[in-house]
């Protein structure tokens, strides 16, 4: 199976940079998951405990999860991580 990428917007903790944490998922686990399973998934690989990025935090409450891609008809979706879940931004 083939890995691809989600980007994660690190704008919690009132972050005044535009960083950006790239958080790999495995394609072949997460095809059939729902958008909140999708999320969760985002959320927990991307803690350093999984997958540690030097001079990155984990993602936390207050960030946000892009999904899809740009170019797509359908376009990119993004999501804030919340305390309890996730919320899409409009």
Known sequence: MSDFQVEVELVGFN???DEI???T???GK???LSTEDMLE?????GQN???PQIDKRSVS???VIRLGEKDSPSG??????TAFGFKEIK
Do not use: H, I, N, Y
């Open 15 to 17: 972050a005044e940079s």
């Open 30 to 32: 997460t095809v059939l």
């Open 25 to 27: 998922l495995d394609e």
């Open 49 to 51: 405990d999984f997958q």
């Open 61 to 63: 409450v207050g960030d």
């Open 76 to 81: 990119q979706r993004r999501f804030s991580v």
């Open 41 to 45: 998934e985002v959320f927990k690989m």
């Open 21 to 23: 944490r790239v958080v």
